[in-house]
């Protein structure tokens, strides 16, 4: 049912591009190699053209359809790197693309996606979830007889995606090392594919290892229930690996060649960006970033192993960072928000940050919500810790000042709301 994949086969989609394509570097890290005593190497796809890996498959299945099928067009849905490497290769071969994307790109994403496109390209926003924006967009291939070009669940999507593994494995041979662990991000499956397709010939003693984000775990919920079920919920904060179902393809090769999956909290990836960012000059979007992000997950078993981890792509929206910097600070436990009552009285405030804050601490939000009586009102109040270990006690000293206060993060509800 499903056709067979092997690394001849990435092969051959490595000769296909190669001359098209950037070969990224597989680069020796210090700061993690230090960090987590092992030998950290990034595959730097974020250093592509479209900065990002998705350039490799949407080329590749480009390049296979016939001179019918590029004269009519293509289509695709992207939440933004697939999109930008139709757009880019539509570009390079004077062929129509029509992109569809959700509602909840990043706007930097839809910019370039126009960039790369120019004239060659028509974007299309619609829906909330790239799941039903790409339903639109294929009910669309078939109104217009456009040719779909598939973001992960495609035999030749998966092939392009999988010359990385070849482009790591010419690399480590040429500096005479190996892997003991390939550590690749898995959004619908297609790049784990291609990559495992390779490696688990080419490299076989290499561990394959998904990395997902713990609100889209899609796949390790396809091997849970033994075929690709939709997730009920899906956090988008990784945009790009935010599929709610992985692809029908992409469960079949994954079940085959990964070893292992993973799930990162989102907060952690928040806070690798900003390492990457801070440390190393690096800007990784949040699914780039996820593979980074698992090494702390995984700290105790990569102690003197050799561990590749793939950058996917580079696409941040700068407008994002202080939503990525406050991830991290909650995840970390430094950011804080309550509601608490204050007594409306003068001098209420002075005494709170006087009684109640602990040195260091800072407040970032301070705001009435609703007038309830004469004697006092709620306030959501949004704290900075200067050290986590300082939270049991402002936590206590809170209570002490408003015994029915509210931690916000805590209710999720209240925090989806009101922060």
Same mark, same amino acid.
């Given at each position: 049912m499903y056709p067979e994949l092997t690394s001849e086969d990435v092969l051959?989609?490595?000769?296909?591009?190669?001359?098209s394509i950037v070969h990224t570097p597989l680069q020796y890290n210090q700061y993690l190699s230090e960090r987590y005593d092992a030998t950290i190497y990034l595959k730097r796809e974020d250093l592509q053209i479209v900065r990002s890996f998705k350039l490799r498959?949407?080329?590749y299945a480009i390049n296979q359809l016939s001179q019918d099928e590029l004269e009519r067009g293509v289509i695709c849905a992207s939440a933004g790197n697939h999109a930008q490497g139709v757009a880019y290769t539509a570009r390079l071969k004077h062929i129509q693309a029509t992109i569809f994307m959700p509602t909840t790109t990043p706007k930097q994403k839809i910019d370039q996606v126009e960039y790369f496109g120019g004239d060659y390209v028509n974007v299309v926003i619609q829906e909330d979830t790239f799941d039903k924006s790409n339903e639109a967009a294929h009910q669309y291939a078939e109104e217009h007889g456009l040719t779909f070009i598939e973001p992960f669940d495609d035999q030749n999507v998966i092939l392009g995606q999988g010359t990385i593994g070849v482009e790591i494995h010419q690399d480590l041979v040429a500096n005479g090392d190996q892997a003991d662990m390939i550590l690749v991000q898995v959004g619908g499956g297609g790049l784990i594919s291609g990559v495992g397709a390779y490696v688990k010939e080419a490299m076989p003693t290499a561990a394959l290892i998904g990395v997902e984000p713990e609100g889209a775990a899609s796949m390790q919920l396809a091997m849970q229930e033994g075929a690709p079920t939709a997730l009920a919920k899906v956090n988008k904060f990784c945009d790009g690996t935010a599929v709610a179902k992985a692809g029908e393809l992409t469960y079949h090769y994954a079940n085959n060649f990964v070893d292992e999956f993973i799930s990162v909290p989102e907060g952690q990836v928040a806070q690798s960006i900003i390492d990457l960012y801070s440390r190393l000059a690096i800007v990784a979007e949040p699914s780039?970033?996820?593979? +980074?992000a698992a090494l702390e997950m995984m700290k105790d078993r990569i102690k003197g192993q050799s561990v590749v981890c793939v950058i996917s792509g580079g696409n941040n929206d700068i407008n994002r960072m202080g939503e990525i910097e406050e991830r991290a600070m909650?995840?970390?436990?430094l950011q804080q928000y309550f509601i608490?009552?204050?007594?409306q009285r003068a001098g209420a405030l002075r005494e709170f940050v006087t009684d109640i804050l602990n040195p260091g601490d800072d407040i970032t939000r301070f705001e009435y919500t609703k007038r309830t009586n004469r004697?006092?009102?709620? +306030?959501?109040i949004g704290i900075r810790l200067g050290q986590r270990e300082n939270l049991p006690g402002l936590l206590e000293r809170i209570e002490a000042f408003d015994p029915n206060y509210i931690n916000v993060i805590e209710n999720r509800d209240l925090f989806q709301l009101l922060v």
């Open positions: 051959g989609a490595y000769r296909d591009l190669k001359q498959g949407a080329m780039g970033a996820l593979t +980074v909650i995840y970390q436990g608490v009552k204050f007594p004697d006092s009102a709620p +306030v959501i």
